[in-house]
């Protein structure tokens, strides 16, 4: 990833220095905490501190209070806190007919959220409409800091801003997005793969307890996972890391775009489950429902979509020995009605290890945290 700047564009935080850049992002992803103890953290001295905390007070992002700290009385200690509203940002999930954009605050915080049809698929189209929503929503909340825009497909650097390469679903290749919405809309932007953002976010406020080295699947119309090893997001030399899901692990699934019957997206997405299920394309809820009312054809494609996603799993787990692995997405009812097709998979091609051993996290799900991780993309890109 890379961002796409507009001309002479002033937002704040990217005019913020390294040091009072990396004590924010220290409160962002931290919390409040005592001046002592984010001095200890980023090894800053006292007079340095001091120097950026009267930096990051004037420019609105930090509040100053006191903290009780834990095992001792006394005076309180001096404490910074976020000024969560100091910042907001877009973020954009594209689909291959609508469009979902949220504002996110600097704790990622869902502010304002929409979904617009797309008038077509074509780019300048979209772009426009992108950048239409953008000052719609700046005329409502203020200026936006940045907007990141997430879509399926591989996202290559390139000197001039990411290119969106190969996004079937809209039936784009080489399209420079960040760069055309940075120049049609005037703020920031930038372009992630739509899994890669779902990681970032999840990386970053996923929970109480952060993780060093995560993988996230998003399962839905497609499976892709995104990881992160040693805090980075591994994007991969081409925008392609995560690119799971060909593994052929028998049986006789949906013929999938290479043409295999029997990979782990035979059965695993939601066109798969329709298709084992006897349901038309698009019927994924029916698919459901009759598997939840028992009905034998359904199940048997929810525990076949059970077991290939225990494989993909495997796959993940066999390459990058995570802390933790989370499966997301509108596609993971398998895990309800199927545990132990899931279990029985997990196990069955995992090289070494304890399947039982395996943190295995299912956050809350809703589609708007695709859009949320494009607007985290772009706190990443300006704050990391
Ligand atoms: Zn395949």
């Known amino acids: 990833m890379a961002i796409s700047i507009p001309f002479a564009v002033d937002t704040g935080i990217q005019g913020l220095p390294d040091t009072e850049r990396r004590v924010l992002l220290e409160l962002i992803l931290h919390g409040g905490q005592s001046r002592v103890r984010i001095a200890e ?3 800053l001295s006292r007079t340095s501190l001091t120097r950026v905390t009267r930096q990051l007070l004037d420019a609105g992002f930090v509040i100053e209070g006191e903290m009780q700290l834990s095992g001792t009385r006394g005076r309180p200690a001096e404490a910074l806190y976020l000024r969560q509203d100091a910042a907001r940002f877009a973020g954009v999930k594209l689909t291959a007919d609508q ?50 825009i997430a879509a399926a497909g591989d996202v290559r650097s390139a000197d001039r801003g990411p290119i969106l390469q190969h996004s079937n679903f809209l039936g784009w290749d080489e399209v420079p997005l960040a760069r055309l919405v940075a120049d049609a809309s005037g703020i920031p932007a930038t372009l992630v793969n739509d899994v890669h953002a779902l990681t970032g976010a999840q990386h970053w406020f996923g929970g109480e307890e952060r993780h060093r080295s995560l993988v996230v699947y998003g399962v839905g119309a497609g499976i892709g996972c995104g990881v992160v090893i040693a805090e980075e997001l591994h994007l991969g030399a081409h925008g392609r890391a995560g690119r799971i899901g060909h593994s052929r692990i028998g049986g006789r699934g949906r013929r999938c775009e290479n043409g295999h019957r029997d990979c782990i997206h035979s ?41 290939a996603l225990g494989a993909a799993v495997a796959d993940a787990v066999n390459a990058y020995d995570p802390d933790m692995v989370a499966i997301m997405g509108e596609g993971v ?39 949320r991780g494009a607007a985290v993309a772009v706190m990443r890109e300006l704050l990391a």
């Open 41 to 43: 953290r980023l090894g």
């Open 333 to 371: 009812d398998m895990l309800d009605l199927a545990p132990e097709q899931f279990r029985t998979g997990l196990a069955e091609f995992l090289e070494q290890g304890d399947a039982g051993s395996i943190l295995i996290d299912r956050p809350p799900f809703h589609f708007d945290l695709y859009a």
């Open 267 to 307: 059965f695993v997405t939601m066109p798969a489950i329709e298709q084992g299920a006897g349901v038309e394309a698009g019927e994924y809820a029916l698919a459901l429902d009759r598997a939840r009312g028992g009905e034998a054809v359904a199940l048997g494609a929810f525990e076949s979509a059970a077991r």
């Open 99 to 148: 469009l979902y954009l949220v504002v996110t605050d600097l704790s990622a915080t869902i502010v304002a959220e929409t979904a617009v049809a797309l008038p077509s698929r074509k780019v300048e189209d979209v772009v426009a409409l992108i950048a239409h929503e953008i000052a719609r929503l700046e005329d409502q909340l203020g200026a936006l800091t940045g907007v990141g």
